[in-house]
């Protein structure tokens, strides 16, 4: 019987903890992206214009995105990743308990503080976590889980959403989330986001 190759066998223990963490955050946008446009209609009836500053608000991050890495630049990545994800995960979790427009932007807003510190985070510990010879390789199954675990989350919107509906599938997805940033506590500490180096100078 032939054996099939594992591609993932030959990683080191850090960047199974982020594939861990990678794979939440796929769960993550395959249920809220799935789910969030006939949630806010089923629940809230919005209208167009409330959609459209919904959306500017959940923005303002991605905005000051310079600001919040000079707010990381020197912390340890696999620590200020997990507050990242758990505050993506509760911000996902607390969709359940939203009574009105107004909170639902709130809380938009705060799970995508989270997001927004994930991004340069995540790549930072790709990059650091892979070996110098295959970061291109690694790299690219890194963003293979993350695919696989979306088209996962959106078959199980499909198949589990009249049992478990929004709160449920919400509550999971952010619940997955924050165990995924949790595992990278047990990560590599050593540097930061970007490390202490001076100017190079080539003629």
Same mark, same amino acid.
């Given at each position: ?42 629940? /809230? ?56 427009? /107004? ?57 589990? /959403? ?42």
């Amino acid at each position: 019987m032939p054996k099939w190759p594992n591609p993932f066998a030959e990683w080191n223990k850090d960047f199974k903890l982020l594939a861990v963490a990678t794979c939440g955050v796929g769960v993550f946008f395959g249920i809220q992206l799935t789910l969030f446009n006939n949630f806010i209609v089923d629940q /809230f009836g919005i209208e167009p214009h409330e959609l459209g500053t919904l959306e500017a608000l959940r923005e303002v991050p991605g905005l000051l995105n310079v600001l919040m890495v000079a707010l990381l630049i020197r912390r340890s990545p696999p620590v200020m990743g997990c507050v990242m994800l758990v505050i993506m995960g509760l911000g996902l979790m607390a969709y359940g308990g939203v009574t009105n427009v /107004f909170t639902l932007a709130v809380v938009s807003f705060f799970w995508s503080i989270g997001f927004h510190g994930w991004l340069p985070l995540g790549q930072s510990m790709a990059l650091r976590f892979s070996p110098p010879g295959n970061k291109g390789k690694w790299l690219g199954q890194l963003r293979s889980v993350e695919s696989i675990a979306w088209l996962t989350a959106i078959g199980a919107c499909l198949l589990t /959403f009249q049992t478990l509906r929004y709160q449920g599938l919400f509550f999971l997805a952010g619940a997955i989330t924050v165990l995924g940033g949790i595992g990278l506590m047990w990560a590599t500490r050593q540097g930061t986001l970007v490390e202490e180096k001076g100017f190079v100078f080539k003629r």
